[in-house]
């Protein structure tokens, strides 16, 4: 059964911007922190960027100044708005939302930043 619903990755050219979405089920309640994590091709997964419920952020040093997490409570979705892409950004970029009650994984969206 999915849970979360990621979509808006591809193909973009050094330089371009894309938006990534990740909706949850309605079914998931309690919902607390949402964040963003990539896995580049060869590499261990690594966190990006994070939002609370009451709406603090946090980013890694590589993104900052360029990704922009948001979210709408009311339809339990995570944003990722990437500007000024590189293709170091290049990877399997995944949604986690956390609950009181679990925890939960995107399926994984592609995003290839082409030089």
């Known amino acids: 059964q999915v849970q979360l619903v990621e979509s808006g990755g591809g193909l973009v050219q050094a330089g371009g911007s894309l938006r990534l979405s990740c909706a949850a089920s309605?079914?998931?309640?309690?919902?607390?922190?949402m964040a963003w994590y990539r896995q580049p091709p060869g590499k261990q997964r690594e966190l990006v960027a994070t939002?609370?419920?009451?709406?603090?952020?946090s980013y890694a040093d590589s993104v900052k100044g360029r990704f922009t997490i948001s979210r709408d409570n009311a339809k339990k979705t995570v944003y990722l708005q990437m500007d000024s892409l590189k293709p170091d950004d290049t990877a399997v970029y995944y949604c986690?939302?956390?609950?009181?009650?679990?925890?939960?994984w995107g399926q994984g969206t592609q995003v290839t930043v082409s030089s």
């Open positions: 986690k939302v956390v609950s009181i009650f679990n925890s939960y």
């Open positions: 309605a079914r998931i309640s309690g919902i607390g922190s």
């Open positions: 939002i609370t419920n009451g709406g603090s952020t």
